[in-house]
């Protein structure tokens, strides 16, 4: 119930009280009854109206202090977020420059790498053409060596069949000689045994 609400039944009991005796009061007391009941209700209704406007400026005493808290929380989240962006907008300068840093120093290393593999290649194609050129020249020296070897296989081959003709030549001569020369000596045996009266046969 309202305080509202409370007055008028309070008003309407203290009306019906006065209905009540109303045939056993004369005219003044009724009016006397009256203004005592007005000042009672005006009464009540002032210490209504100040309980209310207490609690209308302890309300609103309230709602200041719960303001002034919010303003004071909203001003330090308002701190927070700009120190939050600060920090983050420091970090993420950060970032970029170590990441600008480190994408020049590969940018750089990617260079000196191509350059390396140019070199490389080109290096790899001279000893490339050196390795042709040295297996055509070994090719070459030993197609050389074959032909002299070859060649020398020959002259060995035919040195080796005049030897052996020459030696069989003269061994054929040498053979000769010694059967001449055997014959001879066989027959002066002979002929010396027949002047000592011996026959070779016999011996």
Do not use: P
Not at 19 to 41: M, P, Q, S, V, W
Not at 139 to 151: E, F, P, S, T
């Amino acid at each position: 119930m309202t305080e509202d609400e409370k007055l008028h039944l309070k008003l309407r009991t203290l009306r019906g009280r006065t209905c009540a005796n109303t045939g056993e009061n004369d005219l003044e007391d009724k009016y006397r009854r009256r203004h005592f009941l007005d000042t009672e209700i005006l009464q009540d209704h002032a210490a209504l109206q100040c309980e209310s406007l207490r609690d209308v400026q302890s309300h609103r005493t309230d709602l200041r202090r719960r303001v002034r808290d919010l303003e004071q929380k909203l001003q330090q989240e308002r701190q927070d977020h700009r120190d939050i962006n600060s920090d983050l907008s420091r970090q993420y300068n950060t970032m970029q420059t170590e990441l600008t840093n480190k994408v020049k120093r590969l940018e750089k290393e990617v260079s000196q790498l191509k350059e390396e593999l140019v070199l490389c290649q080109e290096e790899l194609r001279s000893e490339k053409r050196e390795s042709e050129r040295v297996e055509q020249e070994k090719d070459a020296v030993i197609a050389d060596l074959q032909h002299k070897l070859d060649n020398m296989e020959m002259d060995y081959e035919k040195v080796l069949h005049d030897t052996l003709d020459s030696l069989t030549t003269q061994l054929s001569v040498a053979r000769q000689g010694w059967e001449d020369k055997s014959t001879a000596l066989h027959q002066n045996y002979k002929e010396l045994l027949s002047e000592f009266g011996l026959n070779a046969l016999d011996i």
